[in-house]
């Protein structure tokens, strides 16, 4: 109907909508790997299925929207006369659609990135689609050609601005960064009041998917016995889980006394210079 209206923005529309189909696909393929238990190769399950499916939608949402500025650059140069009535029908359609499947993703997609990115795809159908119905109006009203390109122009930026931050939040995932809402020197100042902690360093958190954080690090502590570090560790675990959702930990305590002076330090076999805990909820 886009190329039998010579409308660029419906064409926009189509081809944003061609990607939905993708994205949901992509959607529900990740929803269903992440389901799946560890196993002996991918110990810790398949959480990232999920974060590179919204990774890949996003890219084909932005490689989508070059074509559209590429375009659109080309009917400003040489407006086209387009059919208003197939732009305002087809739209019409697709905004009782969009909002549909919008409905229907709006529960799950506060809590896994994955589905976010097929809910934004939606949402800038949805925007798309109220803007062709507009601009076919004052297409009819006025006549001007422009009008059609100008909305494929707002379309495609829509389409990045909706896409970024998706493929900024799905990168940061895949390359093990700093999980979102989380900062390195409050987490290590929360574990640092925990009584029996002295110092902590070569603090790691990282995101395992979109909802499931980890963390590993060393803690120095008293040269305790084995019996009372473990009621230091489980406050820290219990910190950790409370004020930061962190509930996969690994964490090593430090003696001070080996600290200090590592090459003195005589390990005794029935305490151990230190421990390395592992807490895994």
């Not at 190769?41 to 929207?65: D, W």
């Not at 062709?132 to 389409?159: E, K, M, P, R, Y």
């Not at 930990?249 to 805990?277: M, N, R, W, Y």
Request: net charge negative; with cysteine.
């Amino acid at each position: 109907m886009g190329l039998r209206s010579h409308s660029l923005a419906l064409l926009s529309d189509a081809g944003h909508n061609a990607t939905d189909a993708l994205a949901l696909l992509l959607a529900w393929c990740g929803v269903w790997l992440q389901a799946k238990p560890a196993d002996e190769v991918k110990t810790f399950g398949y959480q990232r299925a999920g974060v590179l499916a919204a990774f890949v939608n996003a890219l084909t949402l932005i490689v989508l929207s070059v074509w559209i500025f590429w375009e659109g650059y080309r009917r400003l140069m040489n407006p086209q006369p387009v059919s208003e009535a197939a732009m305002i029908g087809v739209a019409a359609i697709g905004i009782l659609m969009n909002g549909g499947i919008m409905l229907g993703l709006n529960a799950a997609r506060h809590n896994d990135i994955n589905v976010r990115s097929a809910f934004v795809h939606m949402l800038g159908d949805l925007l798309g689609s109220f803007a062709i119905v507009i601009g076919g109006v004052v297409i009819h009203f006025t006549g001007l050609l422009q009008i059609d390109t100008i909305l494929s122009l707002v379309i495609a930026a829509l389409i990045v601005w909706t896409a970024w931050d998706i493929v900024k939040e799905s990168l940061n995932i895949l390359l093990e960064g700093l999980p979102r809402g989380i900062e390195l020197n409050a987490v290590n100042s929360e574990m640092q009041r925990v009584g029996g902690v002295l110092d902590v360093h070569d603090l790691h958190i990282w995101s395992l998917g979109s909802n499931s954080r980890a963390l590993s690090c060393h803690v120095l502590i008293d040269d305790i016995p084995p019996s009372a570090s473990d009621c230091v560790l489980q406050h820290i675990n219990h910190v950790l889980a409370d004020r930061f959702h962190i509930h996969h930990t690994t964490i090593q305590f430090e003696h001070v006394g080996c600290h200090v002076s590592l090459k003195g330090c005589v390990i005794p076999v029935d305490e151990g210079q230190s421990h390395a805990h592992r807490h895994d909820h």
